[in-house]
């Protein structure tokens, strides 16, 4: 098992960019396991984001794909995930979590509201 | 996009009833699905993968079974802590996509 923590902003103005970074400890994240990230609206369902390994090759929601990078950092044992040209759609508490399969460690999750 | 879809989105039981959650892919999904249980302001656990394997800690009660494009997760006597929000998830092609949920009640 493994431990994640996101942390990042709690509030992002319409148009803004939504950045938030997920540390991983207990474990590498240099491991031959793909991060990733997850996201729920107040009172409603999970969706996934996208999710990236340790060379850092990504999948992205196609939903998402044009506006979300994730990345990341091997010296620092994050994984990161941005999402820009952000509206209210996109408040919602987001998890990191690690795919095993399935996604079995996950973050205790952070909320962030878009709103001017 | 592979969609799922949970049958009932609600359901009530007692203590020590036994109760069936039902996930419907668009397609055949092989056995890669996994079951996640939530609760309100919680992150999900999961419970299940590859249709039927408990996860370490999961309680026997739990059971899941299914292949291709229909899926049951069982609990086979309710017990207080199980009464939670249950989601399916597909992890057979991209985007993973999870079921709405099923918001299981104490009756």
């Known amino acids: 098992q493994v431990q994640l923590q996101e942390s990042g902003p709690g509030l992002v103005k319409p148009s803004g960019t939504l950045s938030l970074t997920c540390v991983v400890s207990?474990?590498?994240?240099?491991?031959?396991?793909?991060w990733s990230w997850v996201r729920q609206p107040p009172g409603k369902g999970l969706e996934w984001i996208g999710e990236?390994?340790?060379?850092?090759?990504?999948n992205y929601n196609p939903s998402l794909k044009s506006r979300v990078t994730i990345s990341i950092d091997k010296s620092k044992n994050h994984f990161s995930l941005k999402l820009t040209s952000v509206t209210a759609a996109d408040t919602a508490v987001y998890y990191c979590?690690?795919?095993?399969?399935?996604?079995?460690?996950w973050g205790q999750g952070t909320l962030v509201t878009v709103s001017s | 996009d592979i969609q799922l879809t949970q049958s009932p989105s609600f359901l009530s039981g007692s203590v020590g009833d036994g109760v069936t959650i039902t996930c419907r892919a668009s397609?055949?999904?092989?056995?890669?699905l996994a079951w996640y249980q939530q609760k309100p302001g919680k992150a999900p656990n999961p419970l299940i993968s590859?249709?039927?394997t408990l996860q370490s800690g999961v309680p026997s009660r739990f059971s899941g079974s299914g292949s291709e494009t229909e899926f049951t997760l069982t609990i086979s006597s309710l017990q207080p802590e199980d009464f939670a929000t249950y989601y399916c998830?597909?992890?057979?092609?991209?985007?993973?996509?999870f079921g709405q949920g099923t918001n299981l009640e104490i009756k």
């Open positions: 979590a690690i795919m095993v399969p399935p996604l079995r460690d």
């Open positions: 207990g474990g590498s994240i240099a491991s031959s396991n793909w």
């Open positions: 990236i390994n340790y060379s850092g090759t990504t």
């Open positions: 397609q055949g999904i092989s056995s890669s």
């Open positions: 590859d249709t039927s």
């Open positions: 998830q597909q992890l057979y092609s991209y985007p993973y996509t």
